[in-house]
Nanobody, 115 residues
């Protein structure tokens, strides 16, 4: 089992920056992928950014150049630095951990961007 706890988020204005954090605990394997997903009201959950334990990152097109995912593997932490936020970034953001042993989710943290 893996537990994920997110922090950060809140209500911000368009153009602001926010950093989300997620710490994983439990049965963490050395080879894994951690990611951030988001779900806006009335929409499906979508991948925002992923980062493998080997350092490979991917982003959905709408956040490229604005968001940065990073990891601290020693502390089982993953961050999402979000810059130049837009109202359409408003969503609940979820941390995800995936390995050969399973797929786990955090409880989510709300990010609301006002125009």
């Amino acid at each position: 089992q893996v537990q994920l706890v997110e922090s950060g988020g809140g209500l911000v204005q368009a153009g602001d920056s926010v950093r989300l954090s997620c710490v994983a605990s439990g049965s963490i394997l050395s080879r894994n992928t951690m990611a951030w997903y988001r779900q806006a009201p009335g929409k499906q959950r979508e991948m925002v950014a992923t980062a493998t334990s080997g350092g490979i990152t991917t982003y959905t097109d709408s956040v490229k150049g604005r968001f940065t995912i990073s990891r601290d593997n020693a502390k089982n932490l993953v961050y999402l630095q979000m810059n130049s936020l837009k109202p359409e970034d408003t969503a609940v953001y979820y941390c995800n951990y995936r390995s050969i042993e399973g797929d786990y989710w955090g409880q989510g943290t709300q990010v609301s961007v006002s125009s």
